[in-house]
C-alpha cells in the first residue's frame, strides 16, 4: 500500500481501517485495469492483422472490378460489331437498291 494514500484518507477524517480498504481496493482495480489495457505489442499485432485483412479484401475488389470490366468491355464489343454489321448491311442495301 502507498503510505502517501493512507496518509492522505487520514487527513480527510477517514478511519484507518477504511483508509486501508480504500486503498487497497483502488490497488486491486489498477491491476486488472492492466489487464484490460491495449499494449504496444497488442496495437502493433492488430494493425498488422488488419493490415493482412485489408490486402484481402483489396486483392477481392480488384478481382471483382476486373470480372465487370471484362464483362462490361465484351458486351461493349459485341454491340460494336452488331452496329458495323448492321450499317454494313443498310449500305449493301442501298447499293442494290441504286443501280
Known amino acids: 500500500m502507498q503510505a502517501e494514500s493512507l496518509e492522505?484518507?487520514?487527513k480527510a477524517?477517514?478511519?484507518?481501517?477504511?483508509?486501508?480498504?480504500?486503498?487497497?481496493a483502488i490497488e486491486i482495480?489498477?491491476?486488472g485495469?492492466?489487464?484490460?489495457?491495449?499494449?504496444?505489442?497488442?496495437?502493433?499485432v492488430l494493425g498488422?492483422?488488419?493490415?493482412?485483412?485489408?490486402?484481402?479484401?483489396?486483392?477481392?475488389?480488384h478481382?471483382?472490378?476486373h470480372r465487370a470490366v471484362s464483362s462490361s468491355t465484351r458486351q461493349m464489343y459485341m454491340a460494336?460489331?452488331?452496329h458495323m454489321a448492321m450499317t454494313l448491311g443498310f449500305i449493301y442495301f442501298l447499293n442494290t437498291q441504286l443501280r
Open 8 to 10: 492522505v484518507l487520514e
Open 13 to 24: 477524517n477517514v478511519a484507518p481501517t477504511q483508509a486501508r480498504a480504500i486503498v487497497r
Open 29 to 31: 482495480e489498477i491491476a
Open 33 to 44: 485495469a492492466k489487464d484490460t489495457l491495449a499494449t504496444k505489442h497488442d496495437l502493433l
Open 48 to 61: 498488422t492483422d488488419l493490415r493482412g485483412d485489408m490486402a484481402k479484401l483489396a486483392g477481392e475488389l
Open 63 to 65: 478481382a471483382e472490378i
Open 80 to 82: 460494336l460489331l452488331g
